[in-house]
């Protein structure tokens, strides 16, 4: 949306972490009240102390609003000291995903005592394929911020058309 606001999609989708069908309807959407799936960095070992799921359209403003949710929910987790840095990475990834696909889109973050980690669901047909910039360029430096910022991260193919790319940040 050009005005500013955030705007969540309401349509028939998959979830991503379960591939079961559901209505995507605000920002509790189809997450609320399932059981906690595994993270995109990996197998969960426990269950973690903090979850958030938001799901967007695949809209211009979804990064502006990924990172006022990331912001929030930080404040209330008293992690507020990793709010720019999440900041940072939320908007990477979610303007790549904005760019890949045209479906609703998917930010989630788990935390624990020890790390956060920011997952970015997608739709995409496509593997994240990061470039080296030349000087000039307007975009395509995405990955390497995101690399120069998180512990680490990466993205795991769930199917053929639906992927999670995830950062990991120390608390």
Known sequence: MSDGTCA????????????????????????????????????????????????????????????????NILQEWNLSHLAD??????????TNAVNATRDPIYLRLLADHMQLIIEVWDRAPTDPKPRMA?????????FAVIEATANRWGYQRVSDTQKVVWAELLA
């Open 8 to 71: 969540t999609q309401t349509a028939a989708v998959r979830l991503p972490m379960t591939g079961a069908a559901s209505t995507v309807r605000g920002p509790a959407g189809p997450l609320a009240g399932l059981p906690e799936p595994d993270s995109g960095a990996g197998r969960a070992s426990q269950r973690w102390e903090h979850t958030s799921s938001l799901p967007l359209a695949a809209l211009r403003s979804a990064p502006q609003c990924g990172r006022l949710h990331a912001w």
């Open 85 to 94: 840095d999440a900041g940072l990475l939320i908007s990477e990834m979610l």
């Open 134 to 142: 030349e000087s000039e360029d307007e975009s395509g430096r995405g």
